[in-house]
C-alpha cells in the first residue's frame, strides 16, 4: 500500500528563488499525495517564505505538512506519529533512515576549512551530529589537512586554490569527492543551504558575491568582502534576499543584541576592542616591535593577518566599516571602547540610553557556531565560563597616535568610494612586507596613509573599480 518513503528536490530555480532550499519528503497513499516539509529555519524573516512555498505545493494540490529539523533529529517518532494522524489507516509509511535523515541536515560549504575560523566551524560541526552535511571544502596550500578533512567529511567538491599543491591531491585521496578549480565554480556546483566564507584577505571578496548572486546564505568572516565592496554586496544580498550572517565576534554579538529590537532605535554600537598586545604602550614604544611581538594577541586565537591587525587596531578599523555595512548606521553611529579582558564583544545603545551588551568567553565556536545554527543557540563546544571567573571589566578610550590604523578607517569610512578598498588592500600588503621581515611595525600605517594620501576616490564604484583599487593600492605597498 505504502511506497517507500522518497526524497524529492523542489526545483531548483524554486529553491534559488527562496534561498533556503530544502529536500521534501512524499509519502505516497491512496488518499493523494502528502508533503512533509523539514525546514532547519525557524527565523522569522524566513517565514514568508515558508508560507509563500506552502501555498506553492497547496497548489499542485499537495497536502503540507511542516516540522523543524530538531524535532526530526530529537523526535523521530513523535514526528512519523504526527504524520500517522493524516493518514487514512493501513501499513505505516516506511522510514528513510540513514539517508532521509542526511536530507534534513543543512548543506554547509566551508571556503577555507583549513585555516583558523575553518578548523574552528568543522568542530561546531563535529559536535552537532545531525545538524550539517559538509558538501564542501577548500584551501589555498594546507593539502595534508584537507586530504584528512576529506576523509572524514567525504564532501562533494573540493578546490585547493594553490596549483602546485592541487597536484599533491592523488585520485587515491579524492574518493568519491571532486576536484574543482575555483570557489566560484564550486559554489554554483555544490548546491549549499549556506556558505561560510571563512577566507583570509582580498582573495575573500570574489567568493563572498559570487555566493550572494547565486542566491546563498553566507556565514561570513572574511571582512574584506564587506570593508572592500560591502555597498555592492550589500545591496545585491537585499534584492536576492541573502542572508548575510556575521562571524566575527563583534559583530555577532551586535547582531545578537539587536534581535527583536527596530534599528531605527539605535543610538550607537559599540564596538570593543581587546587593544592588542601593546595596549598601553606609546607610539614611541612601537619602533622596534618585532613580528615575534606582534604575533602575541593576549585573548583571541587568530590567524597571522589578522594578529597583526588586532595589534594595530586596523582589525578594529575594518571591523567599523564591517559595522557599517552590516547594520543600518552612520559612521557617527559607531564608537569603539578597548575593553582587555574581551569579554563584553560588543554592546548596542537605544534612543532610551538603554545599553545591551553580548558577553561570553573567547571562543570564536560561539560566534561561528550562532552564525550556522542561527537563530538557535545550541550547546556549543567551548568550556564552561562564569562571570566570577572574571574579576573586572574594564572600558578606555583607544590612542588613535600610538593606533593611528583606527583613525584611517573611520577616515576612508567617511571618504566612502573606493578609500575603503584601498585602506584594505594596502593593509594587507603591508602586513605581508612586515611578517617577511621587510619592512618595521610603524612602517604598517604610514604605508596605508601613503597610499591613502595618493588615491583619488572613486564615488560609488563599480566591482571592477574596487578590485583596480585594491590592485593599484596592494601595488603602491609592495613597490614601497
Ligand atoms: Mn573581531
Redesign the pocket.
Known amino acids: 500500500m505504502w511506497s517507500r518513503l522518497r526524497k524529492k528536490r523542489l526545483g531548483n530555480k524554486f529553491r534559488r528563488q527562496h534561498s533556503i532550499g530544502r529536500y521534501i519528503v512524499d509519502f505516497y497513499c491512496p488518499a493523494g499525495k502528502l508533503v512533509i516539509e523539514i525546514d532547519g529555519s525557524q527565523h522569522l524573516d524566513n517565514q514568508e517564505h515558508d508560507r509563500q512555498r506552502d501555498l506553492y505545493l497547496m497548489s499542485l494540490g499537495l497536502k503540507v505538512l511542516r516540522f523543524w529539523n530538531s524535532e526530526v533529529n530529537n523526535n523521530l517518532e513523535g514526528v512519523l506519529a504526527r504524520i500517522m494522524s493524516h493518514l487514512p489507516s493501513g501499513s505505516p509509511p516506511q522510514r528513510g533512515g540513514e539517508e532521509h535523515i542526511k536530507n534534513t541536515m543543512k548543506k554547509l560549504a566551508v571556503l577555507g576549512s583549513t585555516g583558523s575560523i575553518g578548523t574552528q566551524a568543522l568542530e561546531v560541526v563535529d559536535n552537532l551530529p545531525g545538524d550539517f552535511d559538509v558538501v564542501a571544502l577548500t584551501t589555498n596550500t594546507k593539502v595534508d589537512l584537507l586530504r584528512e578533512q576529506i576523509k572524514k567529511y567525504e564532501p562533494e567538491y573540493v578546490v585547493v586554490g594553490d596549483e602546485g599543491k592541487r597536484a599533491e591531491l592523488v585520485a587515491a585521496d579524492l574518493g568519491r569527492t571532486q576536484i574543482l578549480f575555483s570557489s566560484e565554480e564550486l559554489i554554483k556546483e555544490a548546491g549549499a543551504d549556506l556558505i561560510l566564507n571563512a577566507l583570509s584577505g582580498v582573495a575573500g571578496i570574489v567568493p563572498t558575491l559570487e555566493a550572494v548572486k547565486a542566491g546563498v546564505d553566507v556565514a561570513l568572516a572574511n571582512k574584506e568582502s564587506l570593508v572592500a565592496a560591502g555597498d555592492i554586496i550589500m545591496k545585491l544580498a537585499r534584492e536576492k534576499k541573502v542572508n548575510i550572517y556575521p562571524v566575527?565576534?563583534?559583530h555577532s554579538a551586535i547582531w545578537q543584541c539587536l534581535r527583536g529590537e527596530k534599528e531605527k532605535e539605535v543610538k550607537k554600537i559599540i564596538i570593543t576592542c581587546s587593544g592588542g598586545p601593546f595596549r598601553g604602550k606609546k607610539r614611541d614604544e612601537l619602533k622596534n616591535i618585532t613580528v615575534e611581538q606582534a604575533l602575541d594577541h593576549p585573548t583571541w586565537s587568530m590567524g597571522g593577518k589578522i594578529t597583526i591587525d588586532s595589534s594595530t587596531l586596523m582589525?578594529k578599523g575594518l571591523?567599523v566599516i564591517e559595522a557599517y555595512q552590516l547594520f543600518d548606521v552612520t559612521p557617527e553611529q559607531i564608537e569603539v571602547v578597548v575593553h582587555p579582558q574581551s569579554i563584553v564583544h560588543s554592546a548596542v545603545e537605544f534612543a532610551d540610553g538603554s545599553i545591551k551588551a553580548q558577553l561570553g568567553p573567547h571562543d570564536m565556536r560561539i560566534a561561528i557556531q550562532y552564525a550556522l545554527t542561527y537563530p538557535a543557540h545550541k550547546p556549543s563546544p567551548a568550556e564552561d565560563f562564569s562571570l566570577t571567573d572574571v574579576a573586572r571589566l574594564d572600558f578606555e578610550e583607544p590612542d588613535l597616535e600610538a593606533f593611528p590604523c583606527l583613525a584611517y578607517a573611520f577616515a576612508a569610512l567617511k571618504a566612502g568610494g573606493t578609500m575603503p578598498a584601498v585602506v584594505n588592500a594596502a593593509n594587507e600588503a603591508a602586513v605581508m612586507l612586515f611578517l617577511d621581515g621587510k619592512i618595521k611595525y610603524l612602517d604598517i600605517p604610514q604605508l596605508i596613509k601613503e597610499a591613502m594620501d595618493k588615491h583619488e576616490v572613486v564615488a560609488e564604484p563599480d566591482f571592477a573599480e574596487i578590485m583596480q583599487a585594491s590592485e593599484w593600492a596592494g601595488k603602491i605597498v609592495a613597490d614601497w
Open positions: 566575527d565576534s563583534e582589525n571591523e
